[in-house]
């Protein structure tokens, strides 16, 4: 039995302990336990889930020095890109048809196809705002700062990692250090904020919230990308599911969730899609089978089964990722 199962069957044959939910303050009961599989490190961490609201959050939720710890300056998201690639000419033209990037120059034939490829394809996207503001929450090494400064929005961004923060000044992003509050932005002076799979990442996403409709203006959007605590995936591979990322991941949400926590700070939603890839199930099935050689991605037969995952996923309504769109009444 690996660390992980053993870990599992001791926290829930042990009586549980007082576990509070962040999210609305009710008792929770114990989910599951695992460890940090992304750099292979053995401490444990348990979860557990709200009998409420149903969040699944860490517990006992870590200090702030503790979370730090989590993310060395190795982490993945925080290396820089030499060159960005632009959106595709006909990404411009859906853009421009459907979301308003009147701007954007592409061929006239895909103009012309845009209305049946939009039907199907980048639904992901928000709507432009001439000379608009927009504000990147944990921009990382400034990748989507820098494709929304190529639509033509005007761009801040805000991240705690110090390393990440100078990657982002070398290339001319403005970027504060820190959290959203530390940074002290105007009242009603965004028209987007952008919040990309960083609200699992905080133990109080409540005062993100809370900051982001400050700061949003009237009839701005906050836009949340977040791992789905309801997905098949975690369904199926539990402590293994790639997207729980033990132990930076501190809480996991549910549309339902989400809404109860926008609704309080007078945001409504305007859009979600439950989306999700093939990634997030091989990299589970390299992690369930403690794969340290040739990756799932790069086997055929995995690779089909991922691709008959995601329709699966599609049809039961239970995606990977949250996409969600709140808007400013």
């Not at 401490?43 to 200090?63: I, K, N």
């Not at 980048?122 to 990147?136: C, F, I, S, T």
């Not at 002290?184 to 900051?211: G, K, Q, Y």
């Not at 926590?261 to 305007?270: G, I, P, Q």
Request: overall charge positive; some cysteine; hydrophobic content about 35%.
């Amino acid at each position: 039995m690996d660390r992980i199962s053993q870990s599992t069957r001791r926290a829930s044959e042990g009586p549980s302990r007082a576990a509070l939910c962040p999210l609305c303050n009710t008792d929770g009961c114990f989910a599951y336990a695992g460890r940090d599989l992304l750099f292979d490190r053995p401490q444990t961490y348990e979860y557990y889930q709200c009998r409420r609201c149903a969040a699944v959050f860490q517990h006992p939720m870590p200090d702030s020095d503790t979370i730090a710890s989590f993310y060395p300056d190795d982490y993945g998201v925080y290396q820089r890109e030499e060159k960005l690639k632009g959106p595709s000419d006909l990404k411009k033209a859906v853009l421009r048809y459907r979301y308003g990037y009147r701007h954007l120059q592409s061929p006239l034939v895909l103009r012309l196809l845009a209305p049946l490829v939009s039907a199907f394809f980048y639904k992901e996207n928000v709507h432009y705002k001439p000379n608009g503001r927009a504000l990147d929450v944990g921009c990382a090494s400034g990748h989507f700062l820098r494709t929304l400064q190529m639509l033509g929005w005007r761009c801040e961004g805000v991240e705690f990692n110090q390393t990440a923060v100078e990657t982002c000044r070398f290339q001319g992003l403005t970027v504060h250090h820190g959290n959203l509050e530390s940074a002290r932005l105007d009242n009603d002076s965004f028209d987007l904020i952008t919040v990309r799979h960083v609200i699992e990442h905080l133990a109080d996403p409540e005062s993100l919230v809370r900051e982001a409709s400050q700061i949003l203006r009237p009839g701005g959007q906050l836009l949340i990308a977040t791992p789905n605590s309801q997905a098949l995936g975690r369904r199926w591979f539990g402590a293994y599911w790639f997207a729980n990322d033990v132990p930076r991941h501190l809480i996991m949400f549910s549309p339902a969730n989400l809404d109860m926590l926008a609704a309080r700070h007078k945001l409504k939603r305007v859009t979600c899609r439950l989306n999700t890839s093939p990634k997030v199930i091989l990299n589970s099935i390299d992690y369930k089978l403690r794969n340290r050689g040739k990756p799932s991605r790069k086997k055929r037969s995995w690779r089909l089964l991922a691709k008959l995952y995601v329709l699966l996923a599609t049809i039961t309504g239970k995606g990977d990722e949250i996409f969600v769109i709140y808007e400013k009444a």
